[in-house]
């Protein structure tokens, strides 16, 4: 299991646009990828689990995740984020 915090930078935080983006990433990997805020757990490849965080600007989230390229998912979500979901 692989696990690193984040903060969301970006002015919308994780809404429509970047939840979107997040979502489509984690779609990308095989390991089951949670976002964790406030310790509630949400799938990172449901766009319903990432909207309703309701993390906005300022927001520490903490992204897990478990299988065989779990290392590889962490990594590019955690970019993802730090470069305000712009690729």
Sequence with gaps: MQ???VELKNETGLHARP???FVKEATKYTSDIK???DDKKYSAKSIMGILSL???KGDKLT???DG???KQA???LKALVENNFEK
Excluded: R
């Design 68 to 70: 065989e390229d779990e």
């Design 54 to 56: 309701g993390a906005g």
């Design 35 to 37: 976002i964790m805020k």
């Design 63 to 65: 992204i897990i995740a």
């Design 74 to 76: 962490v990594e590019a």
């Design 3 to 5: 696990k690193v915090q």
């Design 19 to 21: 939840a979107s983006i």
